[in-house]
Nanobody, 117 residues
């Protein structure tokens, strides 16, 4: 059974940090590119950060560059998102995504992040 389980979300003040983690199971983790997406209420889902199944290449949305860092541990089947200098903006659900080169992908259920003073 494929599972992507996000954790680490919560309430944080502007300027603070959070570290999201995604634990993957039920598929060959090293064959999938891993990404984080986010979705705020009444908005579409948008890419935050991504990295391929092998190598250290990373890709970030403009709003994440310089503040967020994606990393993966292929031995532990996890992908993390370190978020620093968080900006006020209400709440968003952060989703973990695993995508095979063929186009098939899996999604987690999301972890809520709320940035508010």
């Amino acid at each position: 059974q494929v599972q992507l389980v996000e954790s680490g979300g919560g309430l944080v003040q502007p300027g603070g940090s959070l570290r999201l983690s995604c634990a993957a199971s039920g598929f060959t983790f090293t064959s999938y590119a891993m990404s984080w997406f986010r979705q705020a209420p009444v908005k579409g889902r948008e890419l935050v950060a991504a990295m391929p199944n092998a190598g250290n290449t990373t890709n970030y949305a403009n709003f994440a560059k310089g503040r967020f860092t994606i990393s993966r541990d292929n031995a532990e089947n996890t992908v993390n998102l370190q978020m620093n200098s968080l900006k006020p903006g209400g709440k968003a659900l952060y989703y973990c995504n695993a995508r095979h080169w063929s186009g098939y992908d899996y999604w987690g259920r999301g972890s809520q992040v709320t940035v508010t003073s």
